[in-house]
Every structure is written in C-alpha cells, then in structure tokens.
C-alpha cells in the first residue's frame, strides 16, 4: 500500500502542557531523557533525575513495570519537589493498564506502546477477518477508557509511543512490520483517544533503523495533515548504541526530520549514563537558533522521490562512482579515502557548500537536476569551520545523512582542517548509520532503563570488542525482553538480559540460548556465531 505524499502545507502541533512545560506549536523543542536506575532505588533515581536536571533536561522519564514502581514513583516525585526540582516526570508502561492507570493519577505524562500496551504480541492468531478485526479495536477502546478518563481528570498527558519491532500481530497480519504498521498502530488509539474527547496526546514512531524510523515520523505527519490532525512529536532513533556511532546516528535521524520542520521534544537514546544523553541534544538543536525553534515550513521533497521509501537516485556510472555502487569517499592524499581530492572523475557533479549555506542550498541544487532527469553522479562536499569536534560530528551527520536517507549522494566529501580525528573514518560512520555503505560491524544497544539487571554498559562494551571485525554482521546487545526481541528485529544475532546476572541469546528473531550466566556469554555468542558459519577470525 503507497502513500500518495501531501507534504504542500507548514506542519505545526498543537500546543499541550506537561505539568507547566508548554511543548508544541512555537515552543521550544524540548529535550528528554530516562533514568536507568532500578525504580525502586529510590535515591538512585533521584540522584540521576538531579543530574539530568544539571544537565539541562526538561523532562524524565522512569520505567515503572509494576505497582511497587508507581508507589516509588511518587516517593521519587516528592523528594525532587522538596529539592526544588519540578521538572515533569513521564511514567513509561508496558503490558499493563493498571499500571498506567494508577501512574497517570499524578504522573505529568503517561507513555504506553501500542503494540504491547493492550494488544499483546502473545497471541497465537495470525489472520484476522475484518469482523474479528474490529471487535479487537473494541476490545481495545474499553480497556483504554479508563486511562483516559483519569489522565483528563488530572490533566496528565499521553504518549503514544510506537516502536519498529513491537508492533501486535493483528497490525503485522494486515500492515506488515513496516512504517506503515507503526503509524496505523499508533492512528487506531488516536481515534479510540479523539472518540473520548482526549487530545493531550504526543506520538512517536521509534526505531534503530534510520530509514524506516524517518519514513515512519513522515507517514505520520502525511496522515494527519490528510485528516487534520496536529499532535506534537516526540522524536528519537532507539538503541543508537554509544561513542560517536550512537551521537552520528541520532543526529541523522532526529536531524532530518527537524530539517523537515518536524519534531516538537527530542530524545538521544545512548548506551551511556543518562546525562551524557542532554549534550548531545543540544548539540544538535544548536543548527536552529537560540530559542531552539524550528521553521515549520512547507516539507520539501524532490520530484520522482518517494519520501515513504528508499530507492537511491538513479544516477549512471562512471568508474567506481555512481550507478549500483556503494558511496565513495573523497580525501586527501594518504587519507585512506577511496579518492584524493585532485583524482575526481571531471564528470561527475560536486555540490559544494559551506556550513552556513549547508543543506538547504544542496537540496535545491538536487531539485534542479532531478526535474531536469540529470542522471550525473554527485559527490557531496562540505566545508565545516569554527566548530568544536562534538559540535562537528552532529553537524556532518545532519548535513550527509539526511540526504543519504533519501538515497542522495554518490560520494562524500568533508572538509575540516581543525578537526584532527580521521575523516574518512567518520565519512564511513556517517555511510554506516544510513546503512548506504557498511564498513563495519553494526551494533544496536538499548540506553537501558530500571528494568535492566545487569551492567548494559560493560556487556556492551565487551560485545563490540569481541566481534568489531565482523564486517556486515548486525548484533543487538538489549537491557530485557520487553523490547529487545522486537527492537532487534533485523539484527543476525541478540544478547538479551534475561533477569539478574542471565542472559538469553537469539539468532535473528529465535531465541536459541537462555538463561545463559553472564560470565559466560560473550563466548556463547561467540560459539553461535561460529556454529553459524558467520565467524572469521580478526586481522
């Protein structure tokens, strides 16, 4: 099923109020992120909300997977009061309506999923008749209207948070896992929520694949612009992982789409202490201006591009450059570029901007060549100058990988004579997190939470040591089983925390090892991979 794009009109949200935090329509773009304490450690969570808060965030979310959680959660909540701290708090539930029900009684905001918030993953029905398909969207409206009525009595905010990979199997059976399931996932509790006359709602479409998590936010806004609809969006690339992979990663998401003039709130999701997350943010809002406010404009997009899928730019080939070929890398001399600088086939097209020209000028530059069907190759070069090296990092990362999203782009060019790190090596991370040119082994780690029972950060690190050579391999290193099954979707292998000090290991989406003792499990995964025949021996 295509969408037909209506992407001719400015998208601006509707303004709601979280606690006293305005978000929305012309207010700030707010930044967000989690705690991932154990909930019930109370003076852990405190502490982290407080240095999160020094940070510079505006709202904390805090896993809450039981009643014992939501007690704690208002023992949390008026210890920060009684420091000063008012910041709102967002209580994040899944599989359970009691839970959110008791949390939204004085939580500022509410976030459930969707895809396992009422509609479980657990059933064993494939197939649904359209009879059967609405009594399940009954089933679901009944068992939300409490919620709702107890979030419009205490004027608590809803997130509806839809994730790529935990979608039900009654929206798999009809819409796929694809971005289209995540927006009509999301779209049946919009209108179980409209029908109760509840509107303080925000929407997210998250997933660790930039592709499928920017067509998703892009469905979204098409979808409500057709029916008149404007929540806020809370936007956010999950388990991005950490370093300057998971800081590339989450720019290029989150960047393309504020350069579309989407997103109201934004979440950095790394597999880091959670204050390491705030920087990042503000980083990458520093593009806009001071009052980290976006230009709600007419969303661009280029002639015979479909915005909802990815199909590179039909270009034709010249040597190593365009047609089936992956992007290449332009450098200088002894830089370990595919291409000095001085060797660039003369036929081939160079858009070259500087950083305050930037995007904007090479997207139209696209737009002429496309409607003329000029099928040249085009390396796109950037000068960066006057930045620092993180600010720098976030900045590429917008500017290249936004159009490599769309499949624009045959080569890439940095130029920054401060920055001292290799630049190829980031043109490469660049390519990887766009998954247009993969150099490397790709990982996918959740930010963990307080449902996580073991050190995510050690086991993370230990997985990418052991398996970094594995060049084109996906392996997802998940906090629990929540999410981590489904979010790891498209990963060749998973290590899963399974309970305190276990593990559970999956080859694609089967689980093959559980309950393995941690101690033991990097080189049980190792062992997997080999029994796969997917191993080879490091350099």
Known sequence: MQKKSIFNSAFISREIFIGDLALGCQNPIRVQSMTSSNTNDISATVSQSIKLVNA??????????????????????????????????????????????EAARFAEKVRINPGNYIDKNSSAKIHFSDEEYKLELEKISDKLLPLLKICQANGTAIRIGTNHGSLSQRITSKYGDTPLGMVESAMEFIRICESFQFQNIVLSMKSSNLKVMVQAYRLLVNQMLETGMNYSLHLGVTEA??????????????????????????????????????????????????????????????????????????????????????????????????????????????????????????????????????????????????????????????????LQIDGLGDGVWIENDSYKRNLTKLSQQILQACGTRITSTEFIACPSCGRTQYNIQEAFEKVKNATHHLVGLKIAVMGCVVNGPGEMADAHYGYVGAGKGKVNLYKSRDLVKKAI??????????????????WVNPK
């Open 517 to 534: 003792p941690e101690k033991h499990a990097i080189e049980e995964l190792i062992e997997l991979i080999k029994l796969n025949g997917d």
């Open 56 to 101: 510079g965030c505006e709202l904390i979310r805090i896993t809450i997977p039981g009643l014992k959680e939501v007690d704690s959660l208002k023992i949390i909540q008026k210890k920060l009061r009684k420091q000063g701290v008012s910041i709102p708090l967002i209580a994040d539930v899944h599989y359970n309506p009691k839970v959110a029900e």
């Open 241 to 402: 992982g950490n370093g300057i992979e998971g800081r590339i990663k989450s720019a290029a998401g989150i960047g393309t789409l504020l350069e579309e003039g989407i997103g109201d709130t934004i979440r950095v999701s790394l597999t880091e202490d959670p204050e390491n997350e705030i920087p990042v943010a503000q980083s990458i809002l520093k593009k806009y201006n001071p009052q980290r406010k976006i230009e709600h404009k007419t969303i661009p997009f280029f002639s015979n591009i479909n915005p909802f899928k990815f199909n590179k730019r039909e270009t034709k080939m010249l040597g190593n450059v365009g047609g089936e070929n992956v992007p290449v890398i332009i450098g200088d001399q002894n830089s370990g570029a595919d291409f000095p600088s001085d060797e660039i086939d003369k036929r081939v097209l160079i858009f070259s901007s500087t950083q305050e020209k930037g995007l904007k000028k090479t997207k139209e530059k696209f737009n002429t060549i496309i409607e003329k069907g000029n099928k040249t190759p085009v390396i796109l070069k950037q000068i960066y100058t006057d930045l620092s090296d993180d600010d720098f990092i976030i900045r590429s990362a917008i500017d290249f990988g936004s």
